[in-house]
């Protein structure tokens, strides 16, 4: 049973940096894509970046520039890397894999962003 798991969400001011991992258990790791999405309070899920197997990424407008996604197949593992903060990607952060029907995710991980 492949299972995501979410962590390094905390509590930030404006400006500051976190970095969120999502374990990826089960072996099909390396040839999967994985996604970031964010859920902000009273709103709908939203879409943030994806990474490939072969480690192209793509990402939404409002956090281009200021996040970095990675992958460590070593590790099984995913990064986000979050720079620059700002009130407005208070969420909760989930990963995701789409290969299968339905789309899995983890549990996900609460980012506040407030000074």
């Known amino acids: 049973q492949v299972q995501l798991v979410e962590s390094g969400g905390g509590s930030v001011q404006p400006g500051g940096s976190l970095r969120l991992s999502c374990a990826v258990s089960?072996?099909?790791?390396?040839?999967?894509?994985v996604y970031w999405y964010r859920q902000p309070p009273g709103s709908q899920r939203e879409f943030v970046a994806v990474i490939t197997s072969g480690g192209n990424t793509a990402y939404v407008d409002a956090v281009r520039g200021r996040f970095t996604i990675s992958r460590d197949n070593a590790k099984n593992t995913i990064y986000l890397q979050m720079d620059s903060l700002k009130p407005e990607d208070t969420a909760i952060y989930y990963c995701m894999r789409r290969d299968v029907s339905p789309p899995q995710w983890g549990q996900g991980t609460q980012v506040t962003v407030s000074s």
């Open positions: 089960g072996s099909i790791f390396s040839v999967i894509a």
